[in-house]
């Protein structure tokens, strides 16, 4: 059994993650926006909903020749609120771990929470998976490179309703996803407009750009 010392530093570790990086969005003036689209009376739809929503979800990957799996977190009242754009977080686990680590640790909870609380504008976030070890660095550009910037962001711009623009997109990540959420955001800062780093483990490999 996990002890509680154990579960209070994971949680400090994931919400001072989350947070920092949600922070940096806001102190950007990053919002949600919402288009002329009104309803048949002509007002928003009314939503109650407190909690967001966690999907599992997969595509074909030619950088690795295989499928890949993501999660998607959606805010509350996304459904509902159809005429809204949401910025995106695009958050890395740590080395050992799959695109579940950030769920297993409630990140959903936390941010539906923060986003109910107004602490935070409603925001998508993104949990891509890096196999456990983020793959071979060779290679121009690296698979995980490859997965992220040409295949999963133009598949998550296609599908959700985000604020496809530099200006509302953000990467971070903890240990080795924090070391390869600084890579990606110095090597393509059109696509980045903040960065966050938990731990980065930025020591352990050759991180040269």
């Not at 009376?41 to 030619?62: F, H, Y």
């Not at 604020?163 to 953000?170: D, G, L």
């Amino acid at each position: 059994m996990q002890s509680i010392a154990y579960r209070l530093a994971r949680g400090w570790l994931y919400n001072g993650t989350l947070v920092g990086l949600i922070l940096v969005l806001v102190s950007c003036a990053i919002q949600p926006v919402t288009t002329a689209a009104p309803t048949a009376q002509g007002v928003r739809p009314r939503c109650d909903e407190t909690q967001g929503q966690m999907l599992r979800e997969q595509l074909i990957s030619a950088s690795y020749g295989r499928q890949q799996t993501y999660r998607v977190y959606l805010p509350p009242c996304y459904a509902q609120n159809t005429a809204a754009r949401y910025p995106v977080i695009y958050l890395l686990h740590g080395g050992g771990h799959d695109d579940a680590y950030w769920e297993d640790l409630g990140i959903g909870t936390i941010a539906s929470q923060l986003i109910a609380d107004g602490t935070i504008p409603p925001v998508m976030i993104v949990l891509p998976n890096g196999n456990g070890s983020f793959g071979s660095r060779d290679g121009d550009p690296p698979p995980f490179t490859d997965h992220i910037i040409n295949e999963l962001i133009p598949r998550i711009d296609a599908t959700y309703r985000t604020q496809a623009n530099r200006a509302h997109r953000a990467i971070g990540g903890i240990s080795l996803g924090g070391a390869w959420a600084l890579l990606l955001a110095s090597q393509f800062s059109e696509l980045f407009s903040a960065v966050g780093g938990h731990s980065p483990a930025v020591g352990t490999v050759n991180w040269s750009v």
